[in-house]
């Protein structure tokens, strides 16, 4: 059975930071790209960071420079750092795992920016 588990999700001030989690159960984590998606209420889920199973990575234009993925294939998580969090920024993330046409997905975690 598959498992995205994310995990870190909180309310933070506009300015910090948040680290996400995401462990992986169930799967060969090393051979898929993982990434993080987000939606916010009333908006499409959109792609915010990807790292493949080579560990390049891309993020989306919207948090380059604040946001940085990274991944443990010894402990099968995949991270999000989060700096300079905005109020933009508040949404449910959401974990995915991805090879070829096989795509999984976590729960979610809400990340809420307000002062």
């Known amino acids: 059975q598959v498992q995205l588990v994310e995990s870190g999700g909180d309310l933070v001030q506009p300015g910090g930071s948040l680290t996400l989690s995401c462990a992986a159960s169930g799967i060969i984590f090393s051979s898929y790209a993982m990434a993080w998606y987000r939606q916010a209420p009333g908006k499409q889920r959109e792609a915010v960071a990807v790292i493949t199973s080579g560990g390049s990575t891309n993020h989306a234009d919207s948090v380059k420079g604040r946001f940085t993925i990274s991944r443990d294939n010894a402990k099968n998580t995949v991270y999000l750092q989060m700096n300079s969090l905005k109020p933009d920024d508040t949404a449910v993330y959401y974990c995915?795992?991805?090879?070829?046409?096989?795509?999984?997905w976590g729960q979610g975690t809400q990340v809420t920016v307000s002062s």
């Open positions: 995915s795992a991805q090879l070829r046409l096989t795509h999984y």
